[in-house]
Each structure stands twice: as structure tokens, then as C-alpha cells.
């Protein structure tokens, strides 16, 4: 079955080449939307400080940013692709509120590219839930939809596992120093948790304020490790809706 799967895609991707979003160069497979040259200029994040996925200065050798070290965040990883510039923050915006599959699925796609398979241990995967009032609108996660292929990764998927209790005023309508406030006690886990380690996956960060509470919430209930993963990170300019 695998070897007419196989011989189909070969076939498909003969047929019906996908060409790269961007340009509309062929791509060469029929599961990735952009080309190689267009792929190597999007804006990709330098090395970053592990705690909030700013940038570091270049001559530095730490690993988190003096505010990081001051004070920690609950995150014990995070970590993000892109700075959240064009035509990154577009294709966001496009899986965010305009129901583009192709966005989400080609930023899910570079994701998975990125990020590593588990270790050892089993990582649970756990994208930023939406409040139901949310998801009854928009009619689906575009985290949960980003995540997606990482299950293919061996993450094991635990969408259900922490739940948006209150609905909240979006984080991108908020000043920075509101944002924490607005997001405390917003998230709930449905079951106690003991050990467990977890993957969070978003679609911006700006503050961090988001992630942070899910992290503390998780920690809280129990969990030993959360890492994140975000595809763009704001760097200097107060939007997003992290
Ligand atoms: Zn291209
Ligand atoms: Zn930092």
C-alpha cells in the first residue's frame, strides 16, 4: 500500500507540480509550498535567548537575555522561527482570519522542519487552546492546525489536556504591561497531571504573557518540563497577539 501511495504522490506531483507561493517557481514536492531560494530569504530568527526567543547579541555567549536571567520565565524553552515580518506575519494573518489552509498548512510544514523529534521521553503537544466562544467563531485553531505535523514526529497530541476557561480581551488590543493581567487564571487543566512534559506551539509571540500563564498553569497542575514553540516572534514593535 505504502509503494502505490508512493508511486501516486510521484505521479501527482508530476501532473499537478505545487509551485512556490511566493514566486511560482515548481517545488519540487507536492507537500511544500515554497522553493528553496524563496524559503532561504524568509526572515528567520539569528540565535535567541532560550527563555523568551529574543534575539542575543551576536558577541554574547549566554544564553538568555539579561531580563530572562532576572527574572525566569515559567517556559523552560522557547523558541521561534521567524521574526514576525512580511511575508511571515501575512500568511499569519491569512490562517489566523481569512481561513487560508494553505497558510496553515505551509506553516506547519516549516515547523516540522525545524523542530526535533522527542528524545526520550514522550512530549505531549499541546497547542494554545482558543476559549470556546472563539473557536465557535473562527471554526477551528490555527495553532492546533500549525501543530498538526509534529504528530507525525512522535509528539503525542494532547489538545484537550488544558482548556481557555475565560474568554479574554484579545492580547493584541492590550499594551504590553496589560497583557499578563489580562491572561492570569484564564487556563485550566482537565485532569492532574504528574511528570509530564509538554510542547506548546503558537502562532505569534509578542509578550510572552500567553505562553507564560499556560506554562505556569501546566507547572502548576503538576507538569516537570514545558517547552514552546512559536512560528514569529514581534521584536520591537507592539503587536501580535501573544
Ligand atoms: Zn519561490
Ligand atoms: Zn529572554
Redesign the pocket.
Known amino acids: 500500500m505504502a509503494l502505490v501511495n508512493n508511486w501516486l504522490n510521484r505521479l501527482q506531483s508530476v501532473l499537478f507540480p505545487q509551485t512556490c507561493r511566493l514566486c511560482l517557481a515548481p517545488t519540487g514536492t507536492q507537500d511544500f509550498a515554497l522553493c528553496a531560494a524563496c524559503r532561504d530569504e524568509l526572515p528567520w530568527l539569528p540565535r535567541t535567548?532560550s527563555?523568551?526567543a529574543?534575539p542575543l547579541p551576536e558577541d554574547s555567549s549566554a544564553t538568555?537575555?539579561a531580563?530572562?536571567q532576572q527574572s525566569p520565565p515559567y517556559l523552560d524553552r522557547c523558541q521561534a522561527l521567524f521574526s514576525y515580518r512580511a511575508p511571515v506575519d501575512q500568511w499569519i494573518q491569512d490562517a489566523k482570519f481569512r481561513q487560508d489552509l494553505t497558510a496553515t498548512r505551509l506553516l506547519g510544514a516549516l515547523l516540522a522542519q525545524r523542530v526535533a523529534a522527542p528524545e526520550s521521553q514522550p512530549v505531549k503537544l499541546l497547542p494554545v487552546p482558543l476559549h470556546r466562544k472563539r473557536l465557535r467563531v473562527r471554526g477551528y485553531n490555527q495553532a492546533l492546525e500549525i501543530a498538526r505535523p509534529l504528530v507525525r514526529k512522535g509528539y503525542v497530541p494532547a489538545p484537550t489536556q488544558c482548556r481557555k476557561h475565560r474568554a479574554t480581551a484579545a492580547q493584541s488590543d492590550l499594551p504590553a504591561d496589560r497583557r499578563r493581567h489580562n491572561v492570569r487564571g484564564a487556563f485550566s487543566v482537565t485532569r492532574p497531571l504528574s511528570g509530564e512534559r509538554f510542547l506548546l506551539v503558537d502562532d505569534v509571540l509578542t509578550t510572552g504573557a500567553t505562553l507564560n500563564e499556560l506554562a505556569r498553569t501546566l507547572k502548576r497542575a503538576g507538569a516537570q518540563r514545558v517547552e514552546a514553540w512559536v512560528i514569529a516572534r514581534t521584536i520591537g514593535r507592539n503587536f501580535g497577539d501573544g
Open positions: 535567548c527563555g523568551c529574543l538568555r537575555c531580563r530572562c
